[in-house]
């Protein structure tokens, strides 16, 4: 499966945008979808995770309340809802397959090593 994240912009603080991960070459029926984001210099970072039917989701505590995952199986994409952005947010968004989502105790409960599929990302900003 070929993913390609889209949706990003330039937003003011507090502002939303909502993110899209289509799917092509195959279905998504069968895949968790985890998103991910980077700045230059460090690692990337994973900050949710739907598993394949939609019925758990996950989510990093910096952005759990703020951030929505979801998906649409019929049209093979998922979506990354982002709410009362802030400048932090600023990064790359990248979405990524898995069997299933992988969460971890701790600081980054995601880990990119398990997922794969990784498409082209798309840029957030969020100015103060």
């Known amino acids: 499966v070929q993913l390609q994240a889209s949706g990003g912009g330039l937003v003011q603080a507090g502002g939303s945008l909502r993110l899209s991960c289509a799917a092509s070459?195959?279905?998504?029926?069968?895949?968790?979808i985890g998103w991910f984001r980077q700045v230059p210099g460090k690692k990337r970072e994973g900050v949710s995770c739907?598993?394949?039917?939609?019925?758990?989701?996950y989510y990093e505590d910096s952005v759990r309340g703020r951030f929505t995952i979801s998906r649409d199986n019929a049209r093979s994409t998922a979506f990354l809802q982002m709410n009362s952005l802030k400048p932090e947010d600023t990064a790359v968004y990248y979405c990524?397959?898995?069997?299933?989502?992988?969460?971890?105790?701790?600081?980054?409960?995601?880990?990119?090593?398990?997922?794969?599929?990784w498409g082209q990302g798309t840029q957030v900003t969020v100015s103060s």
């Open positions: 990524a397959a898995a069997r299933r989502c992988h969460f971890y105790s701790g600081r980054n409960p995601f880990r990119a090593a398990d997922f794969g599929s």
């Open positions: 070459g195959s279905t998504l029926d069968y895949s968790a």
């Open positions: 739907i598993s394949s039917n939609g019925g758990s989701t």
